[in-house]
T-cell receptor, first 112, second 114 residues
Framework: DAKTTQPPSMDCAEGRAANLPCNHS???????VYWYRQIHSQGPQYIIH???NNETNEMASLIITEDRKSSTLILPHATLRDTAVYYC?????????????FGSGTQLTVLP | NAGVTQTPKFRVLKTGQSMTLLCAQD?????MYWYRQDPGMGLRLIHY???????AKGEVPDGYNVSRLKKQNFLLGLESAAPSQTSVYFC?????????????FGDGTRLSIL
């Protein structure tokens, strides 16, 4: 699986958009980009994933660059409950055991 | 609406003791995984299973054994616990290959080895 690189920490003001970057310059054509978050050492929670196109769901938006070497997770109106560690992971989409390789993630702190 | 259930939630063991962690999922998922997470680090894969009766090694399998006798259950065993196995253990499940569906995680088992 492609290695991903994320900043170790970020702050965001409550109510503002949180933009979390991820570099995955070695990603291959069949690798999806997944985002999970972990709150207070609970089990990781799935947020969103995508292959080539931008994606949006009720939690967040995922913007993937045209060359697929980087992506940005956007939380449109961050709340205090969004404080968590966010993980960006590249997962091979077919024929594999579908293993996730977690890095250290980005600690997002939403400030009041 | 149970999803992935892990038992027990907490356990303290003495060095050399054995125990089994149970993971149960009610989503009819084919794939199941066991991870460990040490303080300040991401999750690391211990073992996984791609279907009933199958198991495979992940990144850090030493000191652990697993079994998948029923599709809904995935057991993680420590035969002779060591202090280095003090960690938080997470189980996850997902649908099979070609599905690109996310993994669903349990709430974890916090294990301390004295």
């Amino acid at each position: 699986d492609a290695k991903t690189t994320q900043p170790p920490s970020m702050d965001c003001a409550e109510g503002r958009a949180a933009n979390l970057p991820c570099n995955h310059s070695t990603i291959s054509g069949n690798e999806y980009v997944y985002w999970y978050r972990q709150i207070h050492s609970q089990g990781p929670q799935y947020i969103i994933h995508g292959l080539k196109n931008n994606e949006t769901n009720e939690m967040a938006s995922l913007i993937i660059t045209e060359d697929r070497k980087s992506s940005t997770l956007i939380l449109p109106h961050a709340t205090l409950r969004d404080t968590a560690v966010y993980y960006c992971i590249a997962e091979i989409s077919s024929g594999s055991a579908r293993q996730l390789t977690f890095g250290s993630g980005t600690q997002l702190t939403v400030l009041p | 609406n149970a999803g992935v259930t892990q038992t027990p939630k907490f356990r303290v063991l003495k060095t050399g003791q054995s125990m089994t962690l149970l993971c149960a999922q009610d989503m009819n998922h084919e794939y199941m995984y066991w991870y460990r997470q040490d303080p300040g680090m991401g999750l690391r894969l211990i073992h996984y299973s791609v279907g009933e009766g199958t198991t495979a090694k992940g990144e850090v399998p030493d000191g652990y054994n697993v079994s998948r006798l029923k599709k809904q259950n995935f057991l993680l065993g420590l035969e002779s616990a060591a202090p280095s196995q003090t960690s938080v253990y997470f189980c996850a499940s997902t649908t099979g290959a070609y599905s690109n569906q996310p993994q669903h995680f349990g709430d974890g088992t916090r294990l301390s080895i004295l």
